[in-house]
């Protein structure tokens, strides 16, 4: 069974502009994590979709959104991009069963996103 | 304050070494509670998971949660240079996100 996967890996961008992420969760997962990670601040939770809506979000500006298809895949966008926006961005997928139950989240690779 | 905190390292050790790892949290109503390993340039991986309070092995892993101290430990045995990695806690309401420590990166020398 494929793994999640992330496009681009890396990216290189320029203070303003505006970047878009993607996301392939594995097979049959409906939901999708996005997480940015930095040195700094480790690993800090962006928001959730499942069922192409919504469900859960951090405490990030609006300039971070996202979306999710119906095949379940997934994209974030971040506009207006800023120096500290530079990091690791990972998207993690997972059943999303009913009930509160374990659910394993598997982590894609991340797409690394340097801002100048 | 954040809700996770968890030591940054970075931590060298000896093969063969017993490894600590742990984090502390402020959340009492946390439930499920996790350890990640992430490799350089990859993303983070499951190495397991706990329900509540308790004791928790696989192999040369021992995972400990104690929720009247807000307090979980990793602890790996004869460590090998393969466990060098960044060791992650997380932890999760009964429904919800995940909440994650800064992570700790573990050196194992030959």
């Known amino acids: 069974k494929a793994g999640v996967t992330q496009t681009p890996r890396y990216l290189i961008k320029t203070r303003g502009q505006q970047v878009t992420l993607s996301c392939s969760p594995i097979?049959?997962?409906?939901?999708v994590s996005w997480y940015q990670q930095t040195p700094g601040q480790g690993l800090q939770f962006l928001f959730e979709y499942f069922s192409e809506t919504q469900r859960n979000k951090g405490n990030f500006p609006g300039r971070f959104s996202g979306r999710q298809f119906s095949n379940s895949r997934s994209e974030m966008n971040v506009s207006t991009l800023e120096l500290g926006d530079s990091a690791l961005y990972l998207c993690a997928s997972s059943l999303r069963t009913s009930g509160g139950g374990w659910e394993t989240q598997y982590f894609g690779p991340g797409t690394r996103l340097l801002v100048l | 304050q954040k809700e996770v905190e968890q030591d940054p390292g970075p931590l060298s050790v000896p093969e063969g070494a017993i490894v600590s790892l742990n984090c502390t949290y402020s959340n009492s109503a946390f439930q499920y509670f996790m350890w990640y390993r992430q490799y350089s340039r990859k993303g983070p991986e499951l190495l397991m998971y706990?329900?509540?309070?308790g004791n928790k092995e696989d192999g040369r892993f021992t995972a400990q949660v104690d929720k009247s101290s807000k307090y979980i430990s990793l602890f790996i045995r004869d460590s090998q240079p393969s466990d060098s990695a960044t060791y992650l806690c997380?932890?999760?309401?009964?429904?919800?996100?995940?909440?994650f420590g800064r992570g700790t990166q573990l050196t194992v020398w030959p």
């Open positions: 097979s049959g997962h409906r939901s």
């Open positions: 997380a932890m999760r309401l009964l429904l919800g996100r995940l909440y």
């Open positions: 706990t329900y509540s309070s």
